[in-house]
Each structure stands twice: as C-alpha cells, then as structure tokens.
C-alpha cells in the first residue's frame, strides 16, 4: 500500500505578518510550514468539519517544537 504523500499549500502573508510568524516560530521552536498546518487542523476540528472525533487524538499535535 503506497503512502499518501503531503499535498502544498502556499499563502501569501503582508511583510509585517510574514515578520510576526516568522519571530514567533523562531522564539517558540516551531517551523512555519508545522505551525501553520497544525492551526488549519485545529480551526478545522474546532468547527466540527468533515472529521469524526477521534477521542484517542490529541487535536493539539505533539506540542510546541514537534518536527
């Protein structure tokens, strides 16, 4: 069976939030591409949409840093 692989996304910020993203996943230890996706899934699970709930999973990803 073949691994699915990542699908890209590409998002076009302003320079001064491109600036805030940027400091904040340096001082917090995240990457961007990490970070970003994890706040889609969260905001996603949040609203309920097109997922059944998995009680085992942790909606919050590994936690800060995870690679």
């Known amino acids: 069976m073949a ?3 990542p699908v890209k996304v ?3 910020l302003a ?3 491109f600036e805030r ?3 904040y996943c340096r001082d917090r230890g995240f990457k961007k591409s990490t970070l970003i996706a ?3 899934r ?3 699970d949040m609203e309920g949409y097109g997922v059944t709930r998995d009680p085992n999973r942790n909606p919050f990803g590994r936690g800060p840093g995870s690679r």
Request: net charge negative; no cysteine.
């Open 38 to 40: 994890r706040l889609i």
């Open 42 to 44: 969260q905001y996603l």
């Open 3 to 5: 691994k699915e692989s």
């Open 15 to 17: 320079t001064d939030e």
């Open 21 to 23: 993203l940027d400091n």
């Open 10 to 12: 590409t998002v076009l």
